[in-house]
């Protein structure tokens, strides 16, 4: 066979294989994504036994699926209650790896000043020894008086006047907001980075957005660490009358690093089917 025919094909296979690096070995990813309907696979009823969610924490259940409109979502009474789910528990990786945690809900507000209370919190769990003990971080929007607070990874609080969260005097409906929490590791196992947004989905407005170095907080992974997505309450004021959770997601990606070394030796085979092929 004439050799510029060959070295014109063995060039395209480079190319090809270069591609389908990219493609499937650049990472390695798992996601959770719902909206709690019918379809999902959930039904009306506690979500707690409900399609890989369990509780825990005290008293019954008040996480409750309403699907009857045929677009699900999650009722949430007054107490303290919370839930896992099992579909969500990764494996983590100390020195790559990028966890992010996201979830959309309204709320009807009681006018009124309460304790500092929890209206909704969304959890970054992790087994801290091996062991199957949890350490946990999160974030939440709570009540404190009559103020709705952001709590950030136990550290940071930002506070809210009612008309970014959609409230007024006549109208007690928040808009729909996402909070959303994002973990990423750094070169050690104490270096990584916690960052926290919560967003107005109804106006198109970010009112908060920041990152933390959570090492300070005294929150590191180890190598054999896990992690899951979680939720839950704290309403035993009565801060609001009803909250209803409208999505919860969760995605995990890890960089591979023998695609690193894949792409070298494609890259390097790649250079010498051109050089030839000049020759």
């Known amino acids: 066979m004439n050799q510029k025919i060959v ?3 063995l060039s395209r296979s480079a190319v090809l294989v270069l591609a389908t690096c990219f493609i499937c070995n650049i990472s390695f990813a798992q996601s959770y994504s719902t909206s709690f309907t019918s379809g999902e696979g959930f039904s009306d009823g506690s979500l707690s036994g409900n399609a890989n969610w369990s509780e825990y924490g005290a008293g019954d259940s008040l996480f409750t699926v309403q699907d009857a409109t045929g677009e699900g979502n999650v009722q949430v009474g007054s107490g303290f ?4 789910n099992s579909s969500t528990v990764y494996d983590w990786t100390v020195t790559t790896g990028k966890f992010t945690q ?3 809900f309204q709320f009807t507000d009681i006018a009124g000043s309460v304790s500092a209370t929890t209206l909704y919190r969304q959890y970054f769990s992790k087994d801290s020894d091996g062991t199957g003990a949890e350490d946990r971080t999160y974030l939440e929007i709570r009540k404190n008086g009559t103020t709705f607070q952001l709590a950030a990874f136990g550290t940071s609080v930002y506070s809210f006047s009612e008309s970014d969260l959609g409230l007024s005097g006549s109208d007690p409906d928040s808009d729909v907001i996402r909070i959303t929490s994002q973990f990423e590791a750094g070169a050690t196992s104490s ?8 967003y107005n989905v109804t106006t198109d ?3 908060v957005s920041d990152s933390i170095t959570l090492s300070s907080l005294g929150f590191t992974l180890i190598g054999d660490s896990s992690v899951h997505g979680a939720m839950n309450v704290d309403n035993e004021t009565g801060a609001v009358s009803s909250l209803e959770v409208l999505s919860f997601s969760t ?3 890890i960089p591979e690093p023998s695609a690193f070394a894949m792409l070298t030796g494609v890259f390097a085979l790649a250079c010498v089917a051109v050089r030839r092929r000049r020759g």
């Open 191 to 198: 270096d990584w980075i916690g960052t926290y947004t919560i």
């Open 81 to 84: 209650a919370g839930v896992a």
């Open 251 to 253: 995605s995990y990606v």
């Open 205 to 207: 407005a970010t009112l």
């Open 7 to 9: 070295m014109k094909n």
């Open 102 to 104: 996201s979830t959309e």
